[in-house]
């Protein structure tokens, strides 16, 4: 009887994978062709085209633009994109390039390539060291900013959910909300971890005539791809999340995820740095976006919770987990 319940379960995670496999190609061959139909937002990946937020002598930040790498990765599907910032700032800033690196500059984190927005580099041992300790004892503050399918009824809430593989060898992640809600087993949730974001409201409209909600969202902790699988798991999906949109074929309409690192502040002793790369979420940038009510500014929602973010972070700690959050993939 054990038998057969394990060859069943055995079987089914073999069609999960299956199905997760041809849902990736599925999903690579559509989003093509509605580019290629469309071309209304079609983004042009330049190796010139680097928005630089900050320099110092210590750390280059730059706005990463949407679909470029943060650096490319040794055997990676990703590096089938090419561009990446490491590429961009070899060329244009060859003077900076540290030759006692692998990749020339010491990222300080890292960005999913949908994800727009501040990315830090040290261009010193000295501030790479800095930075990697501010990052690991959570010194530092990110903020994120995102639009998301639906109208987000609160003003403000707190998902606390844990975040694992789905299935062992593939690089999508679930939560236990999720699978149930997409009918798998337990069995393919990977290594689950406790996950902690804070969300709050911006402002409700519409993108592309459809129901929008503009989103604040602050990560606790740091789990790979945290923010995308914590707004698919409440019902309020990512929009033009490839991965976690409102189906398995995801959402590809939309010409890029809106997701987007607004913010990063860095409290280092010797210099303080508060980062900010231009929210691309507005009637200016993108007429499909429709702002209607608004509850308040980005940047009051971010300095009126400053306290709440830090208490958050300790209570989290206090759980004796130290290493939960140090610096992850977003």
Known sequence: MNFSIAKSAALQLRLVKLKLRINYKYKQLRSILIRLVSGRYFIKMDINNLDVVY??????????????????????????????????????????????????FRFAHRLDGPTSGVLLAALTYNASTAANYAFKHRLCSKYYIALVRGYIPWSSTVID????????????????????SLGLPPRCMYKPKRAVTMLKVISRGSYDGRPATKVLLEPVTGRTHQLRVHMKSIGFP????????????????????????????????????????????????????????????????????????????????STGNVDDLSHKVW
């Open 161 to 180: 959910m844990d975040v694992g593989q789905l299935c062992e060898d593939t690089n999508r992640f679930t939560s236990s909300e999720l699978n149930l």
């Open 55 to 104: 320099r110092s002598n210590n750390f280059i930040a730059v706005n990463k633009q949407p679909w470029i790498l943060t650096y490319n990765i040794s055997g990676s599907d990703e590096n089938t994109q090419k561009l990446s910032v490491e590429d961009q700032l070899r060329k244009i800033y060859p003077e900076l390039i540290d030759r006692t690196t692998e990749r020339g």
């Open 238 to 317: 990512i929009v033009g999340d490839f991965t976690y949109g409102e189906s398995w074929a995801g959402d590809v309409w939309p010409y890029r995820t809106m997701l987007h690192a607004y913010r990063l502040r860095v409290p280092f002793t010797d210099e303080y740095l508060d980062l900010r790369a231009a929210d691309p979420f507005t009637g200016a940038t993108d007429p499909l976006w429709e702002a209607g009510e608004q509850l308040a500014t980005v940047d009051e929602l971010i300095d009126t919770g400053v306290d709440e973010l830090f208490s958050a972070k300790e209570q989290f700690i």
